[in-house]
């Protein structure tokens, strides 16, 4: 049974049934859309407005996307730019995937190689693949997004640098998959990411929710100078925050918890939700991740481990009840700093500090 944290205010619950509710039901009907060079803004019958300069640009949406980009498969808007042939500047907004591709990495929104002030906003899909994905981009505006029980991940940044994500709830409910195919965000070889912590976020309340994501709710690996701020990742069925090799990321006024997998019944088989890993708890730091500052949040986990140094060395299989034995990933690197956290436990050596 998952159950909330107490430190988490009750306006989390009001954002997110607010984005829950967030749709174009007003939007007109669109194929899906794939501009690869400029000319492609004209033809493609889907800029609503703008000029395409950095003062006017285009805006593509509001757009019901029909069906994804091979029929049955693939994107609904993609912005491909990895041959130089998109100069241009633009929007994506107040796109809604309104079709059934349940295939885990097929995106929603993806943007490759784009490095031009973008703003990407009141996006939403549920049960299809991947919410958003970012390659090699920078730049990004990313607000608004309502991304509900996505089979891949809700978010997943590659090479991406100087990304901005504000008032969305990214949630990726996949069962039985392996790692790093359903995280809420899944980062990697990424940086200076604002994950709340931005203008446009509430002051005092989530500004970004990873609640409910069978995999891990934030994933930073081989990434640096991030800034997680109002941020939730509650009831992971694996773990709420994981750095991995990671540095200098602040994660602050945010709270985690992991209430460890649930063994279900998929075809005909019991298995349990999540990851087979050992880290299950609110945070995690591995493989020498260091230079992190974790203040003024609060951790939980019934698996007992909410701050963790490596892995627990151990899988909680809820289908056996048992703890099976697993290969603990190594512990975290040097410079790491924990100021008003409240946690269940720690593998840190930190003093006792339950959260109330």
């Known amino acids: 049974m998952r159950r909330p944290l107490p430190l988490v205010l009750s306006a989390l619950t009001a954002l997110v049934a607010a984005l829950a509710g967030a749709s174009v039901a007003t939007a007109s009907g669109h ?11 004209q033809s493609c019958a889907c800029v609503t407005s703008g000029s395409g300069s950095a003062s006017s640009p285009y805006v593509i949406g509001p757009w019901a996307i029909s069906a994804p980009s091979g029929g049955s498969t693939g994107w609904a808007v993609k912005v491909d730019n990895s041959n130089g042939g998109v100069t241009a500047f633009f929007t994506v907004t107040g796109i809604s995937a309104n079709y059934n591709d349940t295939v885990p990495t097929d ?36 607000d608004n997004m309502n991304f509900n029980k996505m089979t891949g991940h809700a978010a997943f940044f590659n090479g991406a640098s100087n990304i901005n994500m504000s008032n969305s709830k990214w949630k990726a409910t996949q069962d039985g998959v392996a790692p790093h195919q359903a995280d809420g965000l899944y980062a990697l070889n990424s940086s200076y990411l604002n994950i709340g912590g931005v203008p446009a976020c509430p002051k005092s309340t989530a500004c970004n929710t990873f609640d409910y994501d069978t995999g891990w709710g934030i994933y930073l690996q081989n990434s640096t100078h991030v800034n997680i701020e109002h941020a939730s990742a509650n009831a992971d069925d694996t773990g709420g925050y994981i750095f991995d090799n990671s540095s200098f990321v602040d994660l602050g006024n945010s709270t985690g918890e992991a209430s460890g997998a649930i063994c279900i019944t998929l ?42 140094n490596g892995g627990n060395g151990f899988f ?38 339950p959260c109330k």
């Open 31 to 41: 194929a899906a859309i794939t501009i690869t060079k400029n000319s492609d803004f």
């Open 107 to 142: 995106p929603i929104i993806w943007l490759v190689g784009v490095h031009q002030a973008t703003t990407v906003s009141s996006i939403s899909a549920n049960g299809d693949g991947t919410g958003l994905e970012l390659d090699a981009s920078s730049n990004i505006t990313v």
């Open 267 to 308: 075809n005909g088989q019991k298995v349990f939700t999540g990851y087979r890993s050992d880290m299950q708890g609110g945070l995690f730091l591995i493989n020498g991740s260091s230079n992190n500052t974790i203040h003024d949040d609060a951790f939980a986990a019934d698996t007992g481990v909410s701050i963790g």
């Open 316 to 353: 909680i299989n809820p289908c056996t009840n048992q703890n099976e034995p697993f290969t603990a990933e190594a512990r975290a690197g040097s410079g790491n700093s924990f100021v008003n956290d409240c946690y269940a436990s720690n593998t840190f050596g930190l003093p006792p500090n």
